[in-house]
């Protein structure tokens, strides 16, 4: 780790806390990490690569292209070095957040990332409404929020998130990563969680509309849905799509959710 630290060091690199960098640098984590993403697609995209080690340990693998996007304008010096090995390897000094990946590079493509904590979820969100240019997104998160991600109706932490997630794609965690395998050390435990895009909906459903009922029910999850929607007609109303009234929004499943975006006329 202190070579990679020195490495940092003669470009002058600092340490930002407003860019979320908590970098990767145990090799052994991050070849394990590619192991879990393989087969690579033609197209394999990186968020946020920092030092490189991650862009490295896929570079071990068959990869006809490899998209780095890094928003630290003092890291692309790093990166272009590396690229100066590997003529296949594209760089964009852009803010992942408003930067459309998914129209980046030849299908079939992947995402492999170490995301920054404090936007990780916007992220996803971003990946989640364009699933079906991905052939697989493999992605750190903080150990927490991965819970969240594949959370079932009645857990504590079933979410907003939960839902959009599983209605767009198969989920699981893959593996715990501790917090020595980063510098800075963060203060959180962190997991891989793999996403495979449903090539078929099970649902039918609007993404836009969904992202709103889920951020709306979501934010008055202690009530029960017949109070939630009493503009609707309460009882009435859910009764007529087969939900139960009494229950609240963390027993919903994803069908019921369907259920509800599609009969509501507006959220």
């Not at 070579?3 to 984590?29: A, T, W």
């Not at 501790?178 to 909906?201: C, G, M, R, W, Y």
């Not at 029960?224 to 009764?239: A, D, Q, T, V, Y």
Request: proline share 4%; glycine share 4%.
């Amino acid at each position: 780790m202190s070579i990679n630290l020195e490495k940092l060091k003669s470009y002058n690199f600092k340490f930002k806390k407003s860019f979320g960098q908590n970098f990767l640098f145990d090799s052994n984590i991050t070849d394990k990490i590619v192991k879990h993403s393989l087969p690579l697609s033609n197209t394999v995209i990186e968020i946020g690569p920092g030092a490189g080690t991650l862009t490295k340990s896929i570079l071990k693998s068959n990869v006809n292209k490899i998209i780095l996007i890094e928003k630290d304008k003092s890291l692309i010096k790093l990166l272009e070095n590396l690229r100066d090995n590997y003529s296949f390897i594209e760089i964009h000094n852009k803010d992942a957040l408003n930067f459309p990946i998914w129209k980046l590079g030849k299908s079939p493509k992947q995402v492999i990332a170490n995301l920054p904590y404090n936007i990780s979820t916007k992220i996803l969100i971003n990946l989640l409404k364009n699933s079906n240019q991905f052939t697989k997104l493999t992605m750190l998160f903080q150990k927490e929020v991965a819970n969240r991600i594949v959370a079932k109706p009645g857990a504590k932490n079933y979410s907003r998130i939960s839902v959009i997630s599983q209605l767009q794609t198969k989920v699981k965690i893959l593996f715990d990563i501790p917090d020595t395998a980063f510098f800075p050390k963060p203060k959180v435990q962190s997991s891989l969680v793999e996403f495979i895009p449903h090539i078929n909906k099970t649902y039918d459903y609007n993404f836009k509309k969904m992202e709103e009922l889920t951020q709306f029910v979501f934010s008055k999850k202690r009530k029960m849905l017949r109070s939630i929607f009493k503009k609707e007609g309460g009882s009435s109303f859910l009764e007529s799509i087969n939900i139960d009234p009494n229950i609240r929004p963390g027993d919903l499943t994803l069908e019921e959710f369907c259920k509800l975006e599609l009969n509501l006329k507006q959220i």
